[in-house]
Nanobody, 121 residues
C-alpha cells in the first residue's frame, strides 16, 4: 500500500526551528518528485519545497528560501523539511506529497496526513 506518514511539527516561538519527516511505504522516492506544501487556515494549499525528479535538485518557494531545507534519505525512504528562523506567517498544516510535478498540488498523487506547525510571536 502506498502511504506517506508524517511526523514532527508542533508549537515553536518565532525564530525557532522544527523538522518535519515524511516516511514513504509502497512506492519509494525513485522516479518521483517529493514535495512539501502547506495550508494556512482559510487559504489555499501552497507550494513550499520539493526535490525534483529526475535532476534531484531542490526547489523552494520564495517565502522560505534561505530558511527551509528539503532533503531525503533514500535508504530510509524518508523526506525531511528542516525549518529554521520560523515566522508566525509559517503557521499552517504542512503536507508531504509524491508526484510528477513541482509547484502544482494537482501534479501530486499521494499525500501525507498533514501536521500542524504553529509559530508564536
Amino acid at each position: 500500500q502506498d502511504k506517506l506518514v508524517q511526523s514532527g511539527g508542533g508549537l515553536v516561538q518565532a525564530g525557532g526551528s522544527l523538522r518535519l519527516s515524511c516516511a514513504a511505504s509502497g512506492r519509494t522516492f525513485s522516479h518521483y518528485t517529493m514535495g512539501w506544501f502547506r495550508q494556512a487556515l482559510g487559504k489555499e494549499r501552497e507550494f513550499v519545497a520539493a526535490i525534483r525528479w529526475p535532476d534531484g535538485r531542490p526547489q523552494y518557494a520564495d517565502s522560505v528560501k534561505g530558511r527551509f531545507t528539503v532533503s531525503k534519505d533514500e535508504a530510509k525512504n524518508t523526506l525531511y523539511l528542516q525549518m529554521n528562523s520560523l515566522k508566525p506567517e509559517d503557521t499552517a498544516v504542512y503536507y508531504c506529497a509524491r508526484g510528477v510535478g513541482v509547484e502544482i498540488p494537482q501534479a501530486y498523487d499521494d499525500w501525507g496526513q498533514g501536521t500542524q506547525v504553529t509559530v508564536s510571536s
